[in-house]
């Protein structure tokens, strides 16, 4: 019976290299304070041993945990993976941060919190002084809890807010924040369909606690306006759901003047839009255009595939945890808002109005 291999420890290393567990520390965490020649060995006995560093390790110094913390919204993410229609958004933000993370040999730690609970202090706050993380990331809408934002500054969390632009929270501390241009992919996506020939675009919009939302619907209300193109009674509103999108896309579509296209704030509202479009007998895009947001996997393998907003999750979500970090070595340089740019990818659903309803 082969023997099980004992894992290589700090311990290991200090008694290789004859120093103490501290100085290994200081030579993993790259700290100033280690003399060359003391260093040198100290690698040695590293490579010699093919000694991996452990998170303990790491926080031996005490002047930093190497852990991120990515909260994400309880509620809608647990909906989600019960019903088996488990986002994209979530794969990206970790497929991003955690890869981010590896880089500078920190680790991605992923807890879910319900913004609307009553007991949201004393849960994160436990969460907070179990781990005690170099930083946060918060993604919508935790990203503009004032009651998240007040936890993490009264536990000297530092933190990036995903999806913020702005800073309406009174005497908080607004932190690092790293948004997508939903705006500007409003825009985008709007200009694509006016180009095409549209005057009477619909938008579905998101719930109103993520301000995203209200964003995308800001940039498509002035891209009509830009283009003399009325958007009064074109706008419906979902809350990101299927059966939300399904009532939106079923209101936008009754009346004799309906929309030629419509943009959906994500893909499941664009989903249901294509199935409310079904049951009246529109072709898409003959009769009905159709624009989603998100880009997910999913809508590539529609009938016909959906001209989608791409939306950089890993990307945005690895440029937080990047500024986190770098603000661990100079915390008095925290950069002004970044401001990501969506594309927009042309597939199938949209096309020149064929006829006016």
């Known amino acids: 019976m082969a023997r099980r291999r004992l894992a290589v420890t700090i311990k290991h290393v200090a008694a290789d290299a004859g120093v103490s567990l501290q100085t290994v520390s200081r030579v993993i965490n790259d700290e100033p304070n280690v003399r060359p020649e003391m260093r040198e060995r100290v ?8 000694y991996v560093p452990s998170i303990a390790a790491q926080r031996m110094s005490g002047s930093r945990s190497y852990l991120i913390l990515a909260l994400n919204d309880r509620e809608r993410t647990i909906a989600d993976w019960r019903a088996r229609q488990g986002t994209d958004w979530v794969d990206q933000m970790l497929l991003g941060g955690m890869l981010e993370c590896a880089e500078h040999g920190y680790r991605l730690i992923f807890e879910l919190v319900d913004t609307h609970a009553d007991h949201l202090a004393r849960e994160l706050g436990a969460a907070l002084s179990a781990l005690q993380p170099d930083g946060a990331i918060l993604t919508p809408p935790h990203s503009d809890n004032p009651h998240i934002l007040a936890i993490l500054a009264r536990h000297h969390v530092p933190y990036a807010r995903i999806g913020a632009q702005d800073d309406k929270h009174g005497g908080t501390a607004d932190g690092i924040r790293v948004s997508m241009d939903d705006e500007g992919a409003a825009r985008l996506a709007t200009r694509h369909l006016l180009d095409l020939g549209h005057r009477r675009i619909g ?61 959906a704030s994500n893909d499941q509202m664009a989903l249901a839009t294509i199935e409310a479009a079904r049951e009246r007998s529109l072709d898409i895009p003959y009769d009905l255009s159709l624009v989603s947001f998100d880009n997910t996997p999913l809508v590539r393998f529609t009938t016909p595939p959906l001209t989608a907003v791409d939306q950089p999750i890993a990307e945005t979500t690895a440029t937080a945890v990047r500024l986190l970090i770098q603000s661990q070595r100079d915390p008095a340089a925290l950069p002004g808002p970044v401001v990501i740019p969506m594309g927009l990818v042309e597939r199938a659903s949209t096309a020149p109005p064929v006829h006016a309803a």
């Open 203 to 263: 938008f579905i919009s998101g719930p109103e606690e993520y301000r995203l939302a209200g964003r995308r619907v800001d940039g498509w209300r002035a891209e009509m306006a830009d283009a003399g193109a009325a958007s009064d009674g074109l706008l419906q509103a979902g809350d990101f759901s299927y059966a939300s999108g399904f009532r939106a896309a079923q209101a936008l579509l009754a009346p004799i003047d309906r929309p030629t296209a419509i943009i």
């Open 43 to 50: 690698k040695a006995s590293i490579d010699r041993l093919g």
